[in-house]
């Protein structure tokens, strides 16, 4: 059998109050932000048959018991929204336990299924866009990518951290330092990228961009300078 990419599989079913309703942009987004993580996260997971776990109920903020059953090479990540998340927070993300007993997914590693994020409705969102924020609007797409960090496991990293865009040289402060200011998009950094190796993530190699850029640039410049 092939080997099946990492996938995160969004479950609904808690989601009350229908912040990401089927078709909505806010659900897009979300899935923008799961893709991310699909697309560096290359760690290989046993299947879970058959268990029972919980975690927080995004939508009440209360323990939600669940079934699990659970793919290969797959985290279940329970979505919803609520207002008064605990002092006046835009969101939260944990991974979920299981109950009685840990199931290791991978060997000597942490025993992780997924786990549940909450957004805010104390907040105006923009959901719009992966890149832009409207003025006076959180940025949905930024805070999805700090929640899902946390159901990965990943704590905050220290607050107003500068490091560069993942994959680009361009700096930006930290995704999962502690705070998401107002008209601010925090797309992933190598900060937390490292953050989700610490806690034992395996991250796809990427080229850099700007590296080869700058060799094909080098190498555009011989010709030049060949041709006078
Ligand atoms: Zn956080």
């Known amino acids: ?23 909505s942009a806010e659900r897009d987004r979300l899935e923008d932000a799961a893709a991310f993580f699909e697309g560096v996260i290359t760690t290989e997971l046993t299947a879970v048959p058959s268990s029972t776990g919980f975690a927080t109920d995004p939508s009440s903020g209360g323990p939600a018991f669940l079934s699990l059953n659970i793919a290969a090479d797959t985290i279940v990540v329970y979505v919803g929204a609520r207002g008064s998340i605990g002092g006046g927070a835009l969101g939260e993300g944990s991974s979920g336990s299981f109950s009685p007993v840990p199931i290791p997914r991978e060997p000597g590693n942490f025993a992780t299924w997924g786990g549940s994020i909450a957004v805010s409705t104390d907040f105006t969102w923009d959901a719009s866009s992966t890149n832009s924020v409207a003025a006076g609007e959180y940025h949905l797409y930024s805070l999805l990518l700090h929640e899902l960090g946390h159901v ?3 704590p905050h990293l220290a607050e107003g951290l500068i490091s560069t865009i993942y994959g680009t040289s361009t700096p930006q402060e930290a995704a999962l330092d502690p705070t998401l200011n107002i008209s601010t998009v925090k797309l992933f950094t190598d900060a937390d990228i490292a953050g989700l190796e610490t806690v034992g993530w395996e991250i796809a190699p990427i080229p850099e961009p700007s590296s080869s850029l700058l060799a094909v640039l080098a190498c555009l410049g011989l010709l030049f300078k060949r041709r006078r």
Not at 1 to 23: C, H, N, R, V
């Open 152 to 154: 990965l496991g990943v």
């Open 1 to 23: 059998m092939p080997a099946k990419a990492f996938t995160i599989q969004l479950d609904y079913s808690l989601d009350s109050s229908s912040f990401f309703s089927e078709g």
